[in-house]
């Protein structure tokens, strides 16, 4: 005799195969959605593999900062203040920032551009801190090629 309602056999939430019920032992149940063991392990590697993409870009690009600065290369940037040694206002004063509901473009891992609408969510900010927000989608298309060209570079 069963009790309740009958329940069909979860979907794995990565490759939307069904999980059998005598293979749950090797599947895992996160936030509401079934894994199967391999695809929750793909998933998480997927995500070191962008994570670390990200932090190895963000020290690129400070490198980047560091070499086309006018500091750098011996011009006073009027940023720059010589006696207190610091710089006045910060770049980020100074880039385009989006309202609640303005759509901004963004860079995808694979080089496609992205419309989405802001809406002052992490990932919001965290594309924003990192320089993938464009205002435009042809500041995305520049702003792509020179790090796709700047990729290629490197191999």
């Not at 019920?21 to 079934?34: H, L, N, P, S, T």
């Not at 924003?128 to 995305?140: L, P, Q, R, S, Y």
Request: net charge negative.
């Amino acid at each position: 005799m069963q009790d309740g309602n009958p329940v069909p056999d979860p979907v794995c939430g990565r490759c939307k195969k069904t999980i059998e019920r005598a293979m749950r032992k090797e599947a895992v149940y996160q936030d509401g959605i079934w894994l199967h063991t391999a695809c929750h392990r793909e998933g998480a590697d997927q995500l070191f593999r962008a994570t670390r993409l990200s932090e190895v870009l963000k020290e690129f690009k400070r490198g980047v900062d560091i070499i086309i600065s006018p500091l750098f290369q011996g011009d006073a940037s009027p940023d720059w203040h010589a006696d207190e040694g610091k710089a006045m206002s910060s770049p980020h004063a100074q880039r385009w920032l989006p309202s609640t509901g303005e759509h901004y473009f963004l860079i995808l891992g694979h080089g496609m551009i992205a419309r989405f609408p802001w809406s002052e969510t992490d990932f919001d900010h965290e594309t924003w801190d990192f320089g993938n927000c464009f205002k435009t989608h042809e500041e995305a298309v520049q702003a792509r090629d020179k790090i796709q060209e700047v990729l290629l570079s490197l191999h």
